[in-house]
């Protein structure tokens, strides 16, 4: 038996990670601040156990991987995916904007890892985090978010080097534009036509198309599985030829 937790699984990437995991013969946790999508995803495979709540303090973050083990008894594999965007250059962006992209895009994945960590070791397990091409190259009135995406770039690598000796390995994806709720929201906040955004974000990406969560889902289950055994540190573009 092999157990992943997800967050932000009620909704985009997250969701569709769970999903795909729980699909492939995992048992999951799947975890989000919507109880009602939760349970939508928990109805769309076996094997997903869900837990509603916020994860703003480092005690939720411990509390989540207590409650992970209590209810598998092991954890192999942690995915970072909660996010937030908030549209604003640094004149836009408050005090509170600030403080709450940089809490859950970077904070959080720092909570989890580290209560994850020490069980990781026993398994051997990895951590992928949910990253953003904004974090390798900043998008125009994202400072908090593309900030916080390269922080959590560069937490990928030096996990993954500090932990490499401990048999876990610690890699990212990065997303370009994908066809979730966030890239919805991320047009209304930017004030711009919804069909006229993702016909543009299409057209710039050599692909055609803009990515969707099962794209970025098979990428996660590739780097958490045993065909990636000897990929650490990495960051992984899919984005369709986007940032190349």
Do not use: Q
């Not at 895009?105 to 069980?119: C, E, G, I, T």
């Not at 080097?161 to 990212?172: I, Q, S, T, Y």
């Not at 709720?181 to 906040?189: F, Y």
Request: one cysteine or more.
């Amino acid at each position: 038996m092999s157990v992943v937790l997800v967050t932000g699984a009620s909704s985009g990437i997250g969701a569709a990670v769970a999903i795909a995991f729980a699909e492939a013969g995992w048992e999951v946790m799947a975890a989000g601040r919507d109880e009602a999508r939760l349970d939508e995803v928990a109805d769309a495979a076996d094997r997903i156990v869900t837990w509603s709540g916020e994860l703003e303090e480092s005690a939720d973050c411990d509390e989540l991987v207590t409650d992970t083990l209590d209810e598998f008894g092991r954890l192999d594999c942690l995915v970072n995916s909660a996010g937030i965007l908030v549209r604003g250059d640094v004149t836009e962006t408050d005090d509170d904007d600030w403080r709450d992209v940089l809490g859950i895009n970077l904070d959080v994945p720092f909570y989890l890892s580290r209560a994850a960590l020490p069980h990781l070791v026993e398994t051997a397990g990895s951590i992928v985090n949910v990253a953003s091409y904004w974090g390798c190259r900043a998008g125009r009135r994202t400072v908090a978010y593309s900030v916080s995406k390269a922080g959590l770039i560069m937490l990928t690598r030096t996990m993954a080097r500090d932990h490499a000796a401990d048999g876990v390995r610690v890699n990212a994806v990065s997303p370009g534009n994908v066809d979730t709720p966030m890239l919805a929201s991320g047009a209304e906040d930017a004030g711009e036509d919804l069909d006229e955004y993702l016909e543009k974000a299409a057209n710039d990406s050599p692909s055609g198309r803009i990515s969707t969560p099962e794209d970025v889902a098979g990428l996660v289950i590739f780097l958490a599985g045993d065909a990636a055994a000897h990929v650490n540190g990495a960051v992984v573009p899919v984005d369709g030829g986007l940032t190349a």
